[in-house]
Structure formats: structure tokens, C-alpha cells
């Protein structure tokens, strides 16, 4: 199982970025999340995915202002960004473990490269 993450970047506050996430599986049988880690900090979920589809969880702090999405055709979910504040600031990474969302990311066994998202004027 192989993620590609892509599509972060620098953006100033109050400016939206669309993560994308690429698995090499199929994503009817894998549940797909957005973790982040900011510097000093835990790494934080953010933001998942069921394998159905059919649920989608949020971390309070990105709730109504981060919306996560799939195309299934093309093995990709997105993680489409709004209204970024400078805590934002962080490394994301996509991760994917079968059928099921869980907060924890010890329970996700494949891990994307991380793409730096920056927001600061």
C-alpha cells in the first residue's frame, strides 16, 4: 500500500488549500485519514474517512472549515482546506488502515511522505 500526499503550500490567513491523497488501493476497502504536526507539538487527527464513504470525522479544531472527500475512480481523497488560521501550520500526512476511521495513528499502518502547509502573511 503506497499514499502520495500533495497540494500543500504557503497561504495567508484566511486562504483555502486542497490536500490530495493517492493510494495504490482501492479505496471501497480502506478507510483514508489526515493527520498533521506542527513543530514541538503531537501529531493530531484531523479528519477521516470511512471505506463506505459514508462517514466522515472531524477534529474540533478544523470542523467547518475543513471538508474531506474521495474519488473513488481515481483512488483519491481530499482534504480541502477553508478560512486557514497560523496554528494550521503543519506537516500533513494521509494515512490508511481497512475498512474503519479511529483517532489513533497507531492503528493506521500506511503512511504518506507529508506535504508542509504554511499559513502566515
Known amino acids: 500500500v503506497q499514499l502520495q500526499a500533495s497540494g500543500g503550500g504557503l497561504v495567508q490567513p484566511g486562504g483555502s488549500l486542497r490536500l490530495s491523497c493517492a493510494a495504490s488501493?482501492?479505496?471501497?476497502?480502506?478507510?483514508i485519514a489526515w493527520f498533521r504536526q506542527a513543530p514541538g507539538k503531537e501529531r493530531e487527527g484531523i479528519s477521516c474517512?470511512?471505506?463506505?464513504?459514508?462517514?466522515?470525522d472531524y477534529a474540533d479544531s478544523v470542523k467547518g472549515r475543513f471538508t474531506i472527500s474521495r474519488d473513488s475512480d481515481k483512488n483519491t481523497v481530499y482534504l480541502q482546506m477553508n478560512s486557514l488560521k497560523p496554528e494550521d501550520t503543519a506537516v500533513y500526512y494521509c494515512?490508511?488502515?481497512?475498512?474503519?476511521?479511529?483517532?489513533?495513528?497507531?492503528?493506521?499502518?500506511?503512511w504518506g511522505q507529508g506535504t508542509q502547509v504554511t499559513v502566515s502573511s
Open positions: 474517512i470511512s471505506s463506505s464513504g459514508t462517514r466522515t
Open positions: 488501493v482501492a479505496l471501497s476497502t480502506y478507510a
Open positions: 494515512a490508511t488502515r481497512r475498512y474503519y476511521c479511529t483517532r489513533y495513528g497507531s492503528q493506521f499502518g500506511y
